[in-house]
């Protein structure tokens, strides 16, 4: 009875969570990896965003046709990661600032995208977004300008990809965004408050907290599904086991 118990605990959290979202020319997978990092497929194309983790932990993952970079930080960009994966066919997008640090001859090339840029890659319209800390601080974690959030448009479907950020004006402005990829973990990014709150306003069709280990370890995402039900019920919230 405990281990079916444990069992039925793993599969509702989403220890099985690869996931297929509906789309034009097939489904868009979604593969949670690890805390910010993730894949995504679409048609003929292979997404990962902020590799991370080593590369054992895409064992039995599609060779990459793209890579997407949000920040400088070593759980977003990982250059023993990035070192250890075939990246010979892909495409790094990024900003300034992570395109400085990587070591040259990184993927078959480096596309530079700044905050409010959209630009197709691979025939993908990719947009990139503001990220960063409040109060604005040139002290903070994240300063505004130094690296990107994403909005990646798939299938006639917009996937958004927080990356560390706050409840910035930008993300509450969004409009039209299907599936949501959000982070929330203190010190370095936000609450889950701030979080549901954020959501809550720009009303995402789905959304995946993700991103939410913090210094005092997992932030309560059960808790940030409640909120965002409570205040926009019609939001498909998602948990899925990002630290398995």
């Not at 790094?92 to 890659?121: E, F, H, R, W, Y």
């Not at 370095?188 to 709150?197: E, P």
């Amino acid at each position: 009875m405990k281990y079916l118990t444990l069992l039925l605990l793993f599969i509702s959290f989403g220890a099985f969570s690869q996931d297929m979202i509906p789309a034009k020319k097939g489904d868009v997978t979604i593969n949670p990896i690890t805390h910010g990092t993730l894949v995504l497929e679409h048609d003929s194309q292979v997404i990962y965003v902020d590799p991370y983790g080593g590369a054992a932990a895409f064992e039995g993952q599609k060779k990459p046709t793209l890579v997407l970079i949000t920040d400088i930080h070593g759980d977003h960009l990982n250059q023993e990661t990035l070192d250890g994966l075939d990246l010979s066919d892909a495409t790094i997008i990024a900003p300034q600032a992570v395109a400085d640090q990587l070591t040259q001859g990184t993927g078959k090339n480096v596309v530079i995208m700044s905050n409010g840029q959209s630009k197709a890659v691979n025939g993908i319209k990719i947009e990139a977004l503001a990220m960063y800390n409040l109060p604005e601080s040139s002290e903070s974690p994240h300063t505004k300008g130094r690296g990107n959030g994403y909005i990646i448009h798939l299938g006639g479907k917009q996937f958004y990809i927080s990356g560390d950020t706050e409840d910035i004006p930008e993300m509450r402005a969004l409009k039209n965004i299907d599936v949501a990829f959000v982070c929330m973990n203190l010190p370095y990014t936000m609450d889950v408050d701030q979080a549901a709150s954020a959501v809550s306003e720009f009303k995402p069709t789905i959304v995946y907290p993700y991103h939410y280990r913090g210094t005092n370890g997992l932030s309560d995402v059960e808790k940030f599904k409640n909120l965002v039900n409570e205040a926009a019920p019609n939001v498909d919230v998602r948990l899925r086991n990002w630290y398995q």
